[in-house]
């Protein structure tokens, strides 16, 4: 297996991953009909975020922790999706960026959760969990 080298890769590894997402038990339905994602609109940006975040691009603009603000997530999602993400990964990629990835995945996962718990978004009944 070769690393993530271009924007071929970061456009193969956002499509598996987000094909995953949209199929996903928990993940779908939050996605696909609460959020209502038009695939076809959302992944070119997803591949734009993860050109930014691992070749430098400044093709991206946008504040996703706001866009996730209104979805009903609960902090276990977090480790859902990163759970995704790296085993999407590591399908399909191997070698320092391909770490970077999923480090950069992981800090994302981490830092929505505990915004989120900041900003309340998380009731009482579900941090108790």
Known sequence: MKD????DDIQKLVHAFYAKVEKDVRLGPIF?????VEWENH???MVD?????????QRYKGHPFREHLPLPIEKEDFGRWYGLFEET???YFEGEKAEHAKEMAGKIASSFSVRMEMEGKFNESE???
Request: aromatic share 14%; no cysteine; hydrophobic share 35%.
């Open 4 to 7: 993530i080298q271009n924007e």
């Open 32 to 36: 696909n009909d609460f959020a209502g």
């Open 43 to 45: 992944l070119p940006k």
């Open 49 to 57: 975020f993860w050109s930014k975040l691992l070749f430098q691009t």
């Open 89 to 91: 990964v590591d399908e």
């Open 127 to 129: 941090e108790s969990q």
